[in-house]
């Protein structure tokens, strides 16, 4: 019994014909020149893995929503503008969410309906702004924004009670929302090269925080307290 089908760098520009096994579990397409999968695709409803990227993917299709059984899906390095919200409907999406290196210009409120997922990786898009509400995404450990266009964070990031790194180089931050000290899981924590002209005193309570990187904040003022938050054990980059 078939389940597991790698197909990375063959030069694919069409899925046309190839059989795909009902039993399959595994399905890696990585770095082909698909610009479109067969609807045969998303009725593999035992696939728990696959992995979509490095292709020309315009659109992603709702049916995607069938594939119930999927862990670990990557649609990183396509050209994706939006996903579908039926994205939402995948419950055992616990592993890795990889939608970066797209062209989206909001985060899709569906991802937020994945209260499962480990790690999310949504970076070097175009989104300006977060929903209000992240706090479906209890259970995420890793979240990775950097490279976009934020202007600012929700007062819902605290919410995420689990997150243990927090990524968003390369945005346009000047603020973060006090609510980032309730963050007790974090170990890392990157604002490289926003815009951030001060930081809550809230963060000097993450107690487990290991590595800030501060760096390429060229109006940061820096807080009395981070002395001491550096004293006690973490690497503060500047």
């Known amino acids: 019994m078939t389940t597991r089908l790698e197909l990375s760098g063959q030069g694919l520009t069409s899925l046309r014909g190839l059989p795909l096994p009902a039993s399959l579990e595994y399905l890696d397409l990585y770095d082909n020149r698909l610009t479109s999968v067969p609807d045969d695709l998303w009725s593999l409803s035992g696939l728990r893995v696959l992995n979509l990227a490095t292709n020309r993917l315009t659109t992603i299709s709702p049916s995607i929503g069938a594939l119930r059984n999927l862990h670990t899906l990557d649609l990183g390095h396509n050209e994706l503008s939006t996903l579908p919200d039926e994205l939402g409907e995948l419950?055992?999406?616990?592993?890795?969410l990889y939608v970066s290196d797209n062209r989206l210009t909001e985060f899709p409120v569906a991802l937020c309906?994945?209260?499962?997922l480990k790690y999310l990786g949504c970076t070097d898009n175009?989104?300006?702004?977060?929903?209000?509400?992240?706090?479906g995404l209890a259970s995420l450990r890793e979240f990775r924004l950097y490279g976009n266009?934020?202007?600012e964070l929700p007062e819902s990031i605290g919410t995420l009670s689990a997150l243990r790194e927090l990524h968003l180089r390369r945005n346009r931050l000047t603020?973060?929302?006090?609510?980032?000290?309730?963050?007790?899981?974090?170990r890392q924590l990157d604002l490289r090269e926003n815009q951030l002209t001060s930081l809550p005193s809230s963060i000097a309570q993450l107690?487990?925080?290991?590595?800030?990187?501060?760096?390429?904040?060229?109006?940061?003022r820096e807080p009395s307290w981070l002395a001491d938050f550096e004293a006690r054990g973490c690497m503060v980059l500047r």
């Open 91 to 96: 419950s055992a999406l616990t592993e890795y």
């Open 149 to 151: 266009g934020l202007t």
């Open 175 to 186: 603020a973060l929302p006090p609510s980032i000290g309730e963050l007790s899981e974090l």
């Open 113 to 116: 309906s994945l209260g499962r």
């Open 126 to 135: 175009r989104i300006s702004t977060l929903p209000d509400d992240l706090s």
């Open 207 to 220: 107690s487990k925080l290991d590595k800030l990187d501060l760096r390429w904040n060229k109006e940061l």
